[in-house]
């Protein structure tokens, strides 16, 4: 499997708070990205990254944040966190090269639940 | 602009017959193709992938892929169905020499009978 990691993995927390999810990788791969998993909506892209400090915006990015400051680390914030954010969270990786055929690899996901 | 459709939200076969997951793409470029499965509260697994090597692609665990240009299909077939293939099922396509995106279809959950 895939060295990657999501931290927590539950989360319950209120509206209006700060939340921070972390995505640790240990393969060294240039690509990162955050989802997010909802009934009847397949995964969609909240943001991702293409190297350190390179970010950008995915279709679903309002309401979120996202730093990569190192390599193996992406983090995912919500600034103040709302009930239609409730929500399972996956990070992927990936070493696209240009080429045909780099999958994604993914993280076990986190649950979060905004009350 | 790339898209992926899953034809069917839920598929229901009894154990032992044949599986068919539909996919149809849209693409501008070649696309690179996959499917991946989810089992229930896990994360994705990787199935099979569309390099361009070969249009029939074996995946694990049985399954298989056809990648029809002329169709813009991409669809999943397994010839016998097990109890543990319960699952849902992402077809997913992105663009090699683009914006390093990966669009995923709404997904097709895939019930086995006894």
């Known amino acids: 499997d895939a060295g990657i990691t999501q931290s927590p993995r539950h989360k319950v927390t209120e509206t209006g708070t700060p939340v921070t999810l972390r995505c640790h990788q240990t393969?060294?791969?240039?690509?990162m990205y955050w989802y997010r998993q909802d009934p009847g909506h397949g995964l969609r892209l909240i943001h991702y990254s293409y190297g350190v400090k390179d970010t950008d915006k995915g279709e679903v990015s309002d309401g979120y944040s996202v730093s990569r400051s190192k390599t193996e680390d992406f983090l995912l914030t919500l600034e103040s966190a709302t009930s239609s954010q409730t929500s399972v969270y996956f990070c992927a990786i990936s070493d696209r090269t240009g080429t045909l055929g780099n999958e994604q690899f993914f993280g076990p996901g986190t649950r979060l639940t905004v009350l | 602009a790339q898209s992926v459709t899953q034809l069917d939200s839920h598929v229901s076969v009894s154990e032992g017959t044949p599986v068919l997951l539909r996919c149809n793409y849209s693409?501008?470029?070649?696309?690179?193709l996959f499917w991946y499965v989810q089992h229930p509260n896990k994360g994705l697994q990787l199935l099979l992938k569309?390099?361009?090597?070969?249009?029939l692609v074996k995946g694990i665990n049985g399954f298989e892929a056809e990648f029809k240009k002329s169709e813009t299909s991409f669809h999943l077939t397994k010839p016998s169905a097990h109890m543990s293939d319960a699952a849902e099922y992402f077809c997913?396509?992105?663009?090699?020499?683009?914006?390093?995106?990966?669009?995923f279809g709404t997904g097709t959950r895939l019930k086995v009978l006894a």
């Open positions: 997913v396509v992105s663009d090699p020499a683009g914006t390093y995106k990966y669009i």
């Open positions: 569309y390099t361009s090597a070969a249009t």
């Open positions: 693409s501008s470029y070649s696309p690179s």
């Open positions: 393969e060294n791969h240039r690509y």
